[in-house]
């Protein structure tokens, strides 16, 4: 259940440490085929999640540094460690520094979870979301018909971040493991800054935190981790297009009800 992620979190960053574990990507794959099967996106669907209500919120978690414009979304401690099923987008964005907004969904019977990651790459409004494909040679999953788009979740949490922030992400928690031989890197170093977030936003997150902007303090460039609403499972990435055709946006589910997702035939 989604609320145990926070346990879910602390037992599944030791995978990474043994290099050996392997989720089963096309069980994961055909569990959550039907919120993943379209190749476009409903644009008032996801105007509807970036509203302040009752029962609705959103706000900018954090900001991304892209030195390449290559985008990466992926599991941030269970496989972005070592880059294994961490696609790649591939269309690229320009260069630059983006910020990333989240929305948040408050109810009774559920409390808070976090829906929907967006990278803002323009100001412009999106007026059509079609599906992010990987570059062949960074999916996760390669069907009958080629690579498949999207990217599995095995520890509660995904990123999104520059294809290069992503490697020298692999280099700091290698660098990390070098120094803390029995540690692990989400109860050992990762568990304050979410700690930090909530107590900076109690709010708009579980306690213990859900979401962080993450600075390598290496490299200074930064990625954003949050919570995925779903738990584990298989996750997709949308293009959002401005009238003008170009990309203003990149969109990513963390949690979406099935009523909400309409199939395009």
Not at 203 to 232: C, H
Request: with cysteine; glycine share 6%.
């Amino acid at each position: 259940g989604y609320m145990g992620l926070f346990d879910k979190k602390k037992k599944n960053v030791d995978v990474v440490k043994e290099k050996n574990s392997q989720i089963d990507i096309k069980k994961a794959f055909e569990a959550n085929l039907k919120y993943i099967s379209s190749t476009e996106k409903d644009v008032d669907v996801i105007k509807r999640q970036f509203v302040k209500s009752d029962t609705r919120f959103y706000l900018t978690i954090g900001k991304i540094d892209c030195p390449t414009g290559k985008i990466v979304v992926a599991d941030s401690l269970a496989y972005l460690p070592s880059n294994k099923y961490s696609p790649v987008l591939n269309v690229k964005v320009p260069v630059g520094e983006y910020p990333v907004e989240i929305s948040i969904c408050r109810s009774k019977e559920v409390g808070v979870r976090m829906c929907t990651a967006r990278l803002k790459i323009k100001k412009t409004e999106a007026t059509i979301y079609k599906l992010a494909n990987p570059t062949e040679e960074s999916a996760a999953f390669i069907g009958k018909d080629g690579a498949l788009s999207g990217f599995p979740v095995d520890a509660g949490m995904i990123s999104i971040c520059d294809e290069q922030v992503a490697k020298e992400y692999k280099n700091f928690i290698n660098e990390w493991y070098k120094d803390n031989p029995n540690g692990n890197h989400y109860d050992d170093y990762f568990d304050k800054f979410f700690k930090e977030s909530y107590e900076k936003f109690p709010q708009y997150q579980r306690e213990g935190g859900d979401f962080i902007e993450w600075k390598n303090p290496n490299t200074k460039n930064k990625l954003i981790m949050v919570a995925s609403g779903f738990g584990d499972g298989f996750y997709q990435s949308y293009w959002g297009y401005d009238s003008n055709n170009d990309i203003c946006e990149s969109v990513s589910y963390t949690h979406l009800r099935a009523h909400e997702t309409r199939r395009h035939v």
